[in-house]
């Protein structure tokens, strides 16, 4: 039996000791060599020695060597979830994170890792006392309002989840009070973020160049205002916290209900007599919940009282109804009606968001009558006196608007003055929360950004409501009737990708797609590149991203008031958590940098600041760069910086997280209960997964790429386009295709089927001129470029999302494995429960439509159809065509079997005019399917003779290449399947994706499937055997083909 001894780690702080196990009949082990990096001083004690090996060890393990200067998002999101019972360990990777945010390739990979984080914030931080995943988001938010804006999204479709009740006016079975108003306060603290930004950015720049600050202290100063505008924030909606602690610790029985209400009420009274300035007590005058004293009067952020009212859904037909007496509570730009005040037990009934809601008197049968409308619901409320009336609208009015984002502040007069409020009052009113010219553009831009979003996908739920054969006409007026906002663009991008504003739209160009539930819509617009930003006297840059273009364009905050504050006044605020003790600056008019003390058991925020320079909001030298490392630093062997980091902050690292990390059963779930998954269970580091951007082409040369940019060029900056398409740069036309090996005389052959004989190129370029001939593009200084996407409405978009963000996924570790397999990942945006846009999918159509053309051959099927355009077999333009087929098939067979995709009728699997195979519509994922248990779809992934033949058939050379390719593709999906079980995991936790949902795929069920489906319990030597079966058992399967039959007779899908 082998003997275990256990070695003491010292632990810092003075906490108590972890143990670990060593094995001591196992010298090689115990005498393991250390990386260069953790050599010790000579004079260390054993027990130092001990610390900085556990160090190094987490260094090793977590962050790896074969980073290469990169932050591992993935296995940065994977420790939060597993540690999700520890928020010091949350915070912090949340402190790593943020410090290196800097850097565009860290930024992807927080933006790819959105869905998880966001999923995370909304039900992991519930329940913890510090907002820590919170103030991240609004640090990072802060360097994008991009990032803002989709988190922006994500929240909203969780309200509509969690909301009391639906659209239609119905009681919503999903109502969690809970995770509604941590949605709503979340909302807020975005908005809130991005009006504000980081004030004093520009004056410590200045400082800086006088030299008043070293380089230090400006980014430590630059640093510190913009977490503690984060936590201001977070702490102005802190009152969130407390609501949902008063409802834990209400307990009231409803015989002892009156009483209490009445006792509640003598209180008040008595309260209100003591208090000259208070309220009156009548319960149907506002009371004021939340507010704080100064010399202007009283700041308020939330206030209550009893009314009558009367509501209606505005998609229903109004039927009227008896007058109710509710109580209604305004708060974070929120009315919420309870059936009675919610301190004395009192029940969330119905919410309504307040931005750009209407709010005006009505005259009806009743006195002192007022309405208040928004985009679903609109509310008849009744108060007791013209007083009250007066008040109330005040408040509803004031949430409604822009200066809502900061606490109201009404003097006393104000609150009980006896004539009504009217316009000219609320223009001659002078208030201290009115926006500053910088901040109300800010402003202007996330609001008009979200209605220009959702009026796009607006247009596609009106017609959805018309008959089918006037759509089409009706489309291009209604979508002409879009107002375009000054500064705004279509969000399917990165931060880090070109910023490209919305100019015009093409409306006579808008194509309408009738289906029985929806219809989805496909726009043109018309976006410029290269314009001056802002008053800028710089070289335009055309190639400037999404981040840095909306930095430059609102980076000046308003300075004439401002007095700037030495660090140490907030130095208490310098960390994502709880600050340490309080202690008096002796110096606070001098500049300086807080030092820390050496028994200080918390984390010190020591994170550089990302924005380094003036003029970027990245800290490369360069847009090229794809690493936080200087060339420099890249030279050194190791991760030297990542080193550095650690050096720094573990030496303040709690000792529980280290205690804990050193424990294999530390990921253990003790409070969560349950059936560990694989990943809690497994103990194997995690492996390095590049998200990339591109898939693997090989053999690529200047014939695959049609491009002229390195002719065209605006203020010296050489034009770059990522994709296809064209580009109008006054006089000159340019155009982008690939090729693929594919000549261009078998593209235009392939063209006159998949597209109607006008590639994207093409059309991209008839169109542009089209609008230079007609005088609507008179700018001859910038370049034009069309852009067009896909909106839809009546459908959640939200498990697209992610079904999307695993392929993106599974084709990295394809390529990380070298495995040279296609997929094609485009762009999905869910910006609501029932709404969303799409990539448009470019020179390419679905088999279904490809077999109904009149240029399909007759018979043949798909290898006709391939010889007719690309050639005879022997040919290198088929040869080419054929590899993209066989590449294509193998992606998409691969990532069909992994993610359980279902509904794979010919509607939904499309061609290129390449050859490529391309699968959309993931609405059947992880296993469901139509029909559930009933479900004819029983192969592992669908592969049809049509398939085989274009491939050579089962015994050639194609196949074989095909059955490669995916023996190869299982085996690098296994080998990486700790990362993808965690973004499974992360999102079925709480989930409301029908994937995850229910009686047949809830309670973990997917997720046990899916590791089946990796094979994660079969032997390394037997995998292949598997993988050659499961290609045995699809080929035209009974299944398979009986399932096209039906979508045949049931949809007219071809087959």
Same mark, same amino acid.
């Given at each position: 039996m082998t003997a275990v001894q256990t070695t003491q780690i010292e632990s810092p702080a003075g906490a108590a000791p972890a143990t670990k196990p060593t094995n001591s009949n196992n010298p090689a082990k115990k005498q393991q060599p250390q990386p260069s990096y953790a050599k010790q001083q000579p004079s260390a004690s054993p027990a130092t020695r001990k610390h900085e090996e556990f160090k190094n060890q987490l260094v090793h393990d977590v962050f790896g060597r074969d980073n290469k200067g990169r932050v591992p998002m993935e296995k940065v999101t994977m420790l939060i979830w597993q540690f999700r019972d520890d928020p010091? !360990?949350?915070?912090?990777?949340?402190? +790593? !994170?943020?410090?290196?945010?800097?850097?565009? =390739?860290?930024?992807?990979?927080?933006?790819?890792?959105?869905?998880?984080?966001?999923?995370?914030i909304i039900h992991l931080e519930a329940d913890w006392d510090e907002a820590i995943l919170e103030r991240f988001a609004l640090v990072i938010a802060q360097q994008s309002q991009h990032f803002a804006l989709q988190l922006t999204w994500i929240l909203e479709g969780a309200i509509e989840d969690y909301q009391p009740e639906t659209v239609e006016g119905k009681p919503n079975p999903g109502y969690n009070q809970l995770f509604y108003h941590r949605c709503i306060t979340l909302l807020s603290n975005i908005e809130r973020c991005v009006v504000y930004g980081s004030p004093r950015s520009m004056e410590l720049q200045r400082m800086y160049e006088k030299g008043d600050i070293s380089r230090d202290e400006y980014e430590q100063m630059k640093l510190e205002d913009r977490l503690n505008n984060a936590k201001q924030i977070t702490t102005h909606g802190a009152n969130f916290r407390n609501l949902m602690q008063r409802m834990k610790d209400t307990k009231i029985s409803l015989p002892d209900l009156k009483l209490e209400r009445k006792k509640g009420r003598e209180k008040e009274s008595a309260t209100a007599a003591s208090s000259p300035t208070s309220a009156p007590s009548d319960p149907g005058s506002p009371t004021i919940m939340t507010a704080t004293s100064n010399d202007k009067g009283k700041q308020i952020s939330k206030y209550g009282g009893t009314l009558l009212y009367k509501r209606r859904a505005r998609t229903s037909f109004y039927k009227p109804k008896r007058w109710k007496s509710r109580y209604f509570e305004i708060e974070e730009r929120m009315l919420y009606c309870y059936n009675f005040q919610p301190s004395y037990g009192g029940q969330l009934r119905r919410a309504m968001p307040l931005e750009g809601a209407t709010v005006e008197e009505f005259e009806g049968k009743y006195p002192f009558m007022f309405v208040v409308r928004n985009h679903h619901f609109e509310y008849i409320i009744r108060a007791k006196s013209e007083k009250d009336m007066s008040l109330w609208i005040r408040l509803l009015r004031g949430e409604s608007e822009a200066n809502a984002l900061i606490p109201h502040i009404l003097s006393t007069d104000e609150m009980f003055q006896e004539k009504k409020v009217t316009g000219e009052d609320e223009t001659k009113r002078s208030s201290p929360n009115t926006l500053t010219p910088s901040q109300a553009a800010r402003y202007e831009f996330f609001r008009n950004e979200r209605d220009f979003v959702a009026a796009v996908c607006d247009v596609a739920e009106v017609l959805r409501f018309r008959e089918p054969s006037d759509r089409k006409k009706v489309a291009p007026g209604l979508v002409s009737d879009i107002k375009l906002p000054p500064c705004g663009y279509v969000p399917l991008c990165k931060s880090t990708d070109i910023w490209r504003r919305v100019d015009s739209v093409m409306a006579s160009e808008t194509r309408v797609f009738n289906t029985n539930e929806r219809c989805p819509m496909i726009y043109y617009f018309i976006a410029k590149r290269g314009e001056p930003v802002g008053g800028t006297l710089e070289p335009r840059n055309p190639n400037l991203d999404v981040a840095e273009y909306l930095h430059t364009l609102f980076k000046v905050p308003d300075l004439e008031n401002r007095r700037l504050t030495s660090i140490g006044e907030h130095a208490d605020e310098l960390q994502l958590g709880d600050s340490g003790d309080d202690s008096d600056d002796k110096d606070k008019g001098e500049v300086k940098v807080e030092e820390q003390d050496e028994d200080y058991d918390e984390f010190e925020l020591t994170m550089e600041d990302p924005t380094e320079r003036q003029n970027s909001v990245w800290s490369e030298d360069s847009k090229s760069s794809k690493s936080f490392l200087s060339s420099s630093m890249r030279e050194i062997k190791g991760n030297q910086q990542f080193r550095e980091f650690m050096q720094e902050s573990f030496?303040?690292?709690? =000792?529980?997280?280290?205690? @804990?990390?050193? @424990?294999?059963?530390?990921?253990?779930?003790?409070?969560?209960?349950?059936?560990?998954?694989?990943?809690? @269970? %497994? =103990?194997?580091?995690?492996? %390095?997964?590049p998200i990339i951007d591109t898939p693997i082409i090989e053999n690529a040369n200047d014939d695959d790429y049609d491009s002229a940019a390195d002719s065209l060029s605006l203020d010296g900056q050489s034009i770059i386009s990522a994709g296809t398409g064209s580009i109008v740069f006054g006089d000159t036309v340019k155009k982008f295709e690939h090729h693929d090996g594919v000549s261009k005389e078998s593209l235009d052959r392939a063209k006159a089927v998949v597209c109607g004989g006008e590639s994207w190129a093409e059309q991209s370029a008839r169109m542009l001129q089209s609008a230079k001939n007609k005088g609507e593009e008179k700018d001859s200084s910038t370049l034009h470029e069309m852009v067009t996407m896909m909106a839809k409405s009546n459908d959640d978009l939200r498990q697209e999302v992610f079904v999307m963000q695993m392929i993106h996924y599974f084709e990295s570790v394809f390529a990380k494995a070298n495995i040279p397999v296609w997929l094609k990942t485009y762009r999905i945006l869910s910006t609501s429960k029932s709404t969303g846009m799409l990539e448009f999918l470019t020179d390419a159509t679905s088999i279904d439509s490809l077999y109904k053309s009149d240029k399909f051959p007759k018979v043949g099927g798909l290898r006709a159809y391939f010889e007719e355009v690309y050639g005879s077999p022997t040919s290198k333009?088929?040869?080419?065509?054929? @590899? %993209? +087929?066989?590449?294509?098939?193998?992606?998409?067979?691969?990532?069909?079997?992994?993610?359980?995709?279902?509904?794979?009728? %010919?509607?939904n699997i499309m061609i290129d005019t390449r050859g490529h195979i391309i699968h959309i519509d993931f609405g059947f994922a992880f296993g469901m399917a139509p029909g559930h248990e009933w479900s004819m779809e029983r192969a592992p992934f669908k592969l049809t003779k049509d398939y085989i033949d274009v491939m050579g058939g089962p015994f050639s050379e194609g196949f074989k290449e095909f059955q490669k390719l995916f023996v190869d593709g299982l085996k690098a999906a296994r080998s990486n399947s700790l990362n993808a079980l965690g973004l499974v995991e992360i999102m079925m936790y709480k989930s409301n994706y029908p994937c995850f949902s229910g009686t047949r795929y809830g309670g973990g069920v997917s997720l046990k499937r899916f590791e089946k489906r990796l094979m994660l319990d079969v032997p390394d030597n037997k995998v292949e055997i598997k993988a050659r079966k499961l290609i045995k058992t699809s080929i035209d399967h009974a299944g398979t083909k009986l399932y096209d039959v039906f979508q045949f007779h049931s949809n007219g899908y071809a087959y």
């Open positions: 010091a !360990v949350v915070q912090f990777m949340a402190q +790593f !994170v943020a410090r290196f945010s800097g850097s565009r =390739s860290t930024y992807d990979g927080i933006e790819f890792y959105l869905p998880q984080i966001a999923h995370m030496a303040k690292l709690p =000792s529980k997280i280290a205690t @804990r990390m050193t @424990r294999p059963d530390g990921r253990a779930q003790s409070k969560r209960g349950g059936r560990m998954s694989y990943l809690d @269970r %497994n =103990s194997a580091p995690l492996l %390095n997964v333009c088929f040869l080419a065509a054929q @590899r %993209n +087929f066989i590449r294509s098939l193998a992606g998409y067979s691969l990532v069909a079997y992994l993610l359980g995709l279902k509904d794979r009728h %010919n509607g």
